[in-house]
């Protein structure tokens, strides 16, 4: 990565430590971090690491994450923010050892829900997408970073103004580090 494509690009949380080499930028996660909302069971954690610029109107976000293992709940990701009570994010995650697991939450008013579903291959790189179109968000991911399979749409309510970028965190006591590369943005 080009410092140059940083520029617009700001912390929310920042990181234990960050540092840039081979074109792209290594974080490492603070531990006991994360991003979930639980009003009914009395649960809140908004303290994870997210990377973002800010954007109005339609556009396209890809990244990629890499990784050399997965501590148990760790995960990096994208991420589109509206505010602490409204955001979604998608991400691998490592719910049990070996077994990968492919994660998106919604979180509208608060209440954050979760879908997943084994990638039933091992996997140490994965590339993310987000598109804007008016209200609309479509999601997809790679396992390439040519091919991108369409794996959700959501819908959140109108804001002109949003927060698109790359997270990561680390929910239990083990920190996690990531390589974050392939950052583009456009219309």
């Known amino acids: ?95 049990q050892a070996g077994n990968n697991v492919f994660v998106t939450s919604l979180t509208v008013g608060g209440h954050s829900d979760w879908s997943g579903f084994s990638l039933n291959e091992s996997v140490n790189e994965l590339w993310f997408r987000l598109n804007r179109v008016g209200d609309d968000y479509i999601f997809s991911y790679s396992t390439d970073g040519v091919k991108f399979i369409k794996q959700r749409m959501f819908y959140l309510k109108s804001y002109e103004e949003v927060k698109a970028g790359a997270y990561i965190a680390s929910p239990n006591q083990n920190d996690f580090s990531a390589e974050l590369s392939n950052l583009k943005l456009g219309v």
Request: glycine letters at 4%; a negative charge.
């Open 1 to 95: 990565m080009h410092f140059e494509q940083l520029e617009n690009f700001e912390w929310y949380n920042d990181p234990e430590n960050v540092r840039f080499e081979n074109d792209a930028m290594v974080i490492y996660a603070r531990a006991d971090t994360d991003f979930w909302q639980s009003i009914h069971r009395g649960f809140k954690k908004d303290d994870g690491h997210f990377f973002f610029c800010r954007q109005n109107g339609d556009f396209f976000l890809t990244l990629k994450w890499k990784f050399d293992r997965m501590e148990k709940f760790s995960q990096c990701g994208i991420m589109l923010r509206i505010d602490e009570r409204n955001w979604f994010k998608a991400s691998l995650m490592n719910e």
